[in-house]
């Protein structure tokens, strides 16, 4: 089976249930908190690419952030968005999981389960 990697948020209840799901399974994903080591401007560009979304896809819109920055502006490149993503990680959606070339965002946390053989 392909490595996983689950971006994790751990106060998250989604987060929470997509880890439980995968465990449930007998699978034990490596677990990144990304708000403790947030995604490079390029970890980002390559998860975009594995789950297939522009980078407004993987935005968190309630966060404060969001309004602070004014992330709602269309003119914004998918250079700026993940600009801010990276160095505002609470922007990230969650939780993702990532196996091999390929990765979903789990909400609802059972979308995990589309990457599973």
Sequence with gaps: MTDL????NPCCS????????????GLQPT???????PPS???LGELL???GIPARQLLRSGEEEYK???LADPALSEAQL????????RLIERPI???GDRAVIGRPPEKVLELLP
């Design 5 to 8: 990697t689950l971006y994790h």
């Design 14 to 25: 989604k987060s929470r249930g997509a880890l439980e799901l995968l465990e449930s399974r």
């Design 31 to 37: 677990v990144v908190r990304y708000l403790e080591t």
């Design 41 to 43: 401007i390029a970890e």
């Design 49 to 51: 690419g594995k789950i």
């Design 68 to 70: 602070t920055l004014n």
């Design 82 to 89: 993940i600009e801010a993503m990276a160095a505002h990680p």
């Design 97 to 99: 999981l990532v196996a």
